[in-house]
């Protein structure tokens, strides 16, 4: 680290203004962040530094990681496979399947996912006083066939905090705040490599520019536009009370083993 | 330094639990900084950078400069070419002495030196409540030949403050937080370039060890002991009240032209 920061100095000829200048977003990071907001986490997501780590310490042969975010809670209610998470919210429906296997392509019974998501309005229940607690927010465990399922709706692009040090470097640098919108998932499995990830529909507009620089082309999935609600599986909790047009999402998690 | 950030996590393969003690490490130094404590410029010292940043910008043909420091403060009182600094003071007593010249050696006559040191104890009056206002604070302007000349004391060698990240940071690297005694001066002179820097004395035992790299091989002052005080300069103020032993410093500054 030092021999790069020192490099940079060198390469740059830093003036004492740049550096001043330099030390003051730190400081301020530091006056803006609390146990609620981590400013040098959002320097270091928007820099693209916790996608690199994420990149970096990722296997070859799985699923890519992405980046966790500050607002995954623990204790999220459990939903059988099937099961809705849109309740009385408003939206688009989307029913979102697939399985969780291992890099041979065998599936693994009993792996449990960890789903969050936005609401419509772009934000998470955990930042906003409007939601129910835990909305769009649950643990799935799959079955023997390593399948998961469930309803939600489309989550919406949302931007990270603008406001402090992080927001003017964005800004300073001619780039946006927005992140493209996407599902959270945390996939856990006995004898495997925990997977942190993030998955993104081919369809948003900020799949390319992305201010976290979470998407990788593993995680985007095809959000399919589905007219016969008849189609849908039989598992399906809420099947009866989908109505055209919805989306249908299929994606699968490979798990790398320890 | 984003070619620099994402290089040093390739190289180093960063890991999560790596990465996330950084980001830690930097949230402490958020928490213990305040307008008095600067924990990103310590940061800063403790690693080098803001001396490599004088070191980048210093001209190659005037005197090096060297870091501020926090303990810089406005409106010392003025004190003549020749006054004293010492007051009720204790220490080893040292005449400093020398001019401020051009790159050509030209002695340059109005020229401003802002002089700033620890006391015996090591504290800085910045950060000293035992001692008056401006303790070993003092601003001097030169005369038509360019010389300067004031009675003082030894500095001493002190810590930087370790009880925080940056402490954790030298610690965690096997290293202390001594910095070698020296003198602070900032020159100024009309048509030149300011010079901020600071001059340590030959004999001090973390010369080659400064905490914070200050030192430079041309920012080295030999302090000659002095047995006849007769031999002072007879503008020295107090050269009636100087006794055996005490130390002679000689020290140009040459600043550059704008």
Redesign the interface.
């Known amino acids: 680290?030092?021999h790069?920061?020192?490099?940079?100095?060198?390469e740059t000829?830093?003036?004492?203004d740049e550096?001043r200048k330099g030390?003051e977003l730190?400081?301020q990071?530091?006056?803006i962040?609390s146990p609620e907001r981590?400013?040098?986490?959002l320097f270091?997501d928007v820099?693209?530094?916790?996608s690199?780590?994420d990149m970096?310490?990722s296997p070859a042969d799985g699923t890519p990681s992405s980046v966790l975010g500050p607002f995954h809670m623990r204790g999220a209610p459990n939903v059988e496979v099937g099961g809705d998470l849109i309740g009385d919210d408003k939206g688009v429906a989307v029913v979102v399947s697939g399985r969780v296997l291992t890099t041979n392509g065998q599936p693994i019974a009993g792996a449990e996912l960890e789903i969050w998501q936005t609401a419509e309005n772009g934000l998470y229940s955990a930042q906003d006083e409007q939601q129910p607690d835990y909305n769009f927010y649950a643990c799935m465990k799959t079955g023997a066939d390593g399948r998961y399922l469930f309803s939600t709706v489309r989550p919406a692009p949302y931007t990270v905090p603008d406001d402090g040090p992080a927001g003017e470097l964005l800004h300073a640098t001619g780039r946006h705040p927005w992140r493209p919108s996407h599902l959270h998932f945390i996939v856990t499995a006995a004898g495997h490599r925990t997977l942190v990830t993030e998955v993104f529909p081919s369809d948003d507009p900020y799949l390319d520019q992305d201010a976290a620089f979470g998407v990788r082309e593993q995680l985007i999935m095809d959000y399919k536009e589905g007219n016969n609600p008849g189609d849908l599986p039989d598992d399906l909790a809420i099947k009866s009370l989908i109505k055209a047009p919805f989306y249908t999402v299929d994606f699968d998690f490979v798990l790398v083993s320890k």
Chains 1, 2 share one sequence.
């Open positions: 680290m030092v790069h920061l020192h490099d940079f100095v060198r000829n830093l003036t004492h550096w030390l730190l400081y990071a530091g006056e962040s981590n400013e040098f986490v270091s820099l693209g530094l916790s690199l780590v970096v310490n």
